[in-house]
């Protein structure tokens, strides 16, 4: 059920909550006072300035505590504490309680100092709530997100293992172990790979970009056993291998794109291509692919779960990080994916 759906999660109905609870608890020791209504509307206003030199203090100050600007910060929190300390004085003085100063039961300059306290605390509580709030939200946030990914995964691992494409390897590797023995034990360990890779990264969070790149090569070379010389094939990798390894990106999140540039390529009355170009420097990862559009009697029905996988998994993990781009341009297909990585030390 997601958050939308919980009426105790609304943001106005949480506020409402903590204004009830604050206000009974601040003015508990004063119901015995309250013999009208009048003076539970002074309860009332006294503590809405209270809880809205709260508030002031949390939305927009502490904006600045989060930033690091703490010189700022402190500035600001002393700044709105003492108006509002003052202004509670002033309000008590002139309108809620005129004859406890004419009774000189207490002097304005120590009823200030009473109000920064209160103003004080009235802050360090609703801050409390404040972070507990964000902390839990967080905490369901991070819970929800590994659950989509951990079904994603399981969807994108079942698509991965293909009998298909693992019967169609194997073929493959039988005709070249009749007319090239030789080549038979490195396609077997590229295939081997393959599988070992998938089985083993699958539920990972992060792997190293290096070793999503050498899958990649190692599906590519296969799919060239796979297809021969009908498909022109060009794989091109441009980044550091030291690079490539210090950042780390989500497992098996660019194969798709790649396994559906093959699958809808096939044409017989046009070139047979697929160019994929990789990309990263600087922690930006660029994948360009281009291939053929498949004759119409040669297209593969597909449902899109691929594809709409990749791009969940996209908006989930990178969501203000990457750009991905299909287009489809006469008789061409091409996808663009930009993505802003961060090395591993900070993933």
């Known amino acids: 059920m997601t958050n939308k759906s919980r009426w105790y999660s609304k943001r106005y109905l ?157 073929n493959n590797l039988y005709g070249v172990s009749l007319t090239e023995p030789s080549r038979t034990p490195e396609l077997i360990l590229k295939l081997s790979e393959l599988m070992r890779y998938q089985l083993e990264n699958a539920n990972r969070d992060t792997i190293s970009l290096k070793e999503e790149v050498d899958f990649i090569a190692n599906y590519v070379a296969m799919e060239k056993e796979r297809v021969g010389k009908r498909c022109a094939i060009r794989y091109v990798v441009a980044g550091e291998d030291d690079e490539l390894n210090r950042y780390s990106i989500a497992p098996l999140l660019l194969i798709t794109l790649i396994e559906n540039a093959f699958k809808h390529s096939l044409t017989n009355e046009r070139r047979w291509y697929v160019d994929i170009f990789i990309t990263f420097s600087d922690g930006s990862l660029t994948v360009d692919i281009k291939n053929s559009l498949a004759d119409k009697l040669l297209k593969n029905n597909s449902t899109g779960l691929g594809l709409a996988n990749t791009r969940q998994r996209l908006a989930l993990l990178y969501p203000t990080r990457y750009k991905l781009r299909c287009l489809e341009i006469a008789h061409d297909y091409h996808t663009f994916l930009t993505l802003n990585l961060k090395s591993s030390a900070y993933e």
């Open 14 to 170: 949480q506020e409402f909550i903590l204004f009830t609870a604050m206000f009974l608890l601040t003015m508990l020791h004063e119901w015995m006072k309250i013999d009208t209504i009048i003076d539970f509307i002074k309860g009332l206003v006294f503590f809405s300035l209270l809880y809205m030199q709260a508030q002031l203090h949390r939305h927009f100050f502490f904006s600045f505590f989060m930033k690091k600007k703490y010189f700022v910060y402190v500035i600001g929190a002393v700044f709105s504490t003492l108006t509002g300390a003052a202004l509670l004085v002033v309000v008590n003085y002139f309108w809620i309680d005129t004859a406890y100063y004419e009774r000189g039961e207490i002097s304005v300059s120590q009823d200030f100092v009473y109000q920064i306290m209160l103003c004080v605390i009235s802050t360090f509580t609703m801050l409390s709530f404040f972070l507990l709030r964000q902390y839990a939200n967080e905490v369901e946030k991070r819970n929800e997100a590994q659950l989509m990914l951990s079904e994603i995964n399981v969807k994108y691992l079942h698509a991965q293992l293909n009998p298909h494409f693992f019967f169609n390897m194997f």
